[in-house]
């Protein structure tokens, strides 16, 4: 009966990095839609590749030459983002630009969220990026340049 109790704990410590951000509406964009897209390109990493960085999970979504992605992926960033307890953001041609932002931590790990559309500025790539772990948000910001 322990080891059934302690495989059940285990479990359920192992899954709260996926399910923090499944909570997240960006997480409906991590489904498998753009698998066979050849215009995207999406990447997902939570080993101990990512412990010198001081995060656990690292995902992202790059589509190149597909503007109308925006429609999907803008407004599901905006509903997030209502969340952030911190912002970074800039506006162009009516639309967002350039979001980054702190989201409220699950449990004890810092998330974080970052959107450009380069279509808004001359440029043909949107690009999404989810993070989470202990990195402070100065140390992401870095990274991110």
Wanted: proline share 3%; hydrophobic share 40%.
């Amino acid at each position: 009966m322990k080891g059934i109790i302690t495989l059940l704990m285990l479990w359920a410590i192992g899954t709260s990095a996926a399910l923090a951000q499944d909570r997240l509406n960006i997480g409906a964009l991590f489904d498998g839609r753009y698998h066979d897209e050849p215009r995207a390109s999406e990447t997902q990493i939570s080993s101990d590749k990512l412990e010198r960085y001081a995060l656990s999970l690292y995902r992202s979504l790059t589509l190149t030459d597909y503007p109308e992605a925006a429609a999907d992926i803008e407004p599901l960033v905006t509903r997030d983002a209502a969340k952030a307890v911190d912002r970074e953001v800039s506006y162009r041609d009516g639309g967002l630009y350039y979001g980054f932002y702190q989201l409220k931590p699950s449990g004890v790990k810092q998330r974080y969220l970052f959107y450009l559309n380069q279509n808004r500025n001359g440029g043909n790539k949107i690009i999404l990026i989810y993070l989470e772990g202990m990195a402070s948000r100065d140390k992401i910001k870095e990274m991110l340049k």
